[in-house]
């Protein structure tokens, strides 16, 4: 079975702080891993995709990295501002359009 | 504003009632979701269109749910007698080739009382 594991479930964090979120899979086959940012109430908005040969992607202070062989990602939040406070999807696709997603990480920052 | 828009983003409904939900993907999009988001959970894959064909349904969509797209643009998710357990907020995303990066809407979020 397709699982996608994140941890931690969620964390607190100071403004200005930096954060790593961690996510496990075992879809196979892979196609690729994206990154979603959740905010309460709204639907997923994308923040990085990588393919099986990318090991690190940014979009502005969010970077994603990619193990294939151990089959972890992490996504790393630099200077954390109040904005950032959501939840974080990790979603990775087999080779269909099916996408597996995890449970998410809720990230709040505080001041 | 061109991204996926849902209508209603909230519906209150007593347990028992009809409910129907609509989706507006992407126009150029031919490729269009539905997902399932029950509270602390990640989305669950519910059906898949491509125009107007509904290809897959996943076992997830009891016989109380039907989806339809009946020109190839927009869509609707009905969900027949709902119950209490049927409250979640109900996602689509569309898409342009099948495995291109799947755009979300906003969601619908149900709530059966």
């Known amino acids: 079975k397709n699982q996608v594991e994140q941890s931690p479930q969620s964390l607190i964090i100071l403004e200005g702080k930096n954060c790593t979120l961690q996510c496990n899979y075992t879809v196979s086959p892979f196609s690729n891993l994206r990154w979603y940012k959740q905010d309460t109430g709204r639907g997923p908005v994308s923040l990085t995709i990588m393919t099986f040969s990318e090991n690190t992607k940014s979009n502005g202070r969010y970077t994603a990295t990619l193990d294939a062989d151990t089959k972890q990602s992490s996504l790393h939040i630099t200077a954390s501002q109040l904005s950032d406070s959501a939840s974080y999807i990790c979603?990775?696709?087999?080779?269909?359009?099916?996408?597996?997603f995890g449970a998410g990480t809720t990230v709040t920052v505080r001041a | 504003d061109t991204g996926v828009s849902q209508d209603p983003r909230h519906k209150i409904t007593k347990r028992g009632q009809n409910v129907t939900f609509r989706c507006d993907p992407i126009?150029?999009?031919?490729?269009l979701y539905w997902y399932r988001q029950t509270l602390g959970q990640g989305p669950e894959f519910l059906t898949y269109f491509q125009n107007e064909a509904q290809l897959e349904k996943s076992r997830l969509l009891s016989d109380r749910f039907s989806a339809e797209r009946p020109k190839g643009s927009f869509s609707t998710l009905e969900i027949q007698r709902t119950e209490q357990g049927d409250s979640a907020m109900y996602l689509c995303?569309?898409?342009?080739?099948?495995?291109?990066?799947?755009?979300f809407g906003p969601g619908t979020r149900l709530t059966v009382t």
């Open positions: 995303a569309s898409s342009f080739l099948l495995r291109d990066e799947q755009y």
């Open positions: 979603v990775v696709s087999a080779d269909d359009y099916k996408l597996s």
């Open positions: 126009s150029e999009h031919n490729r």
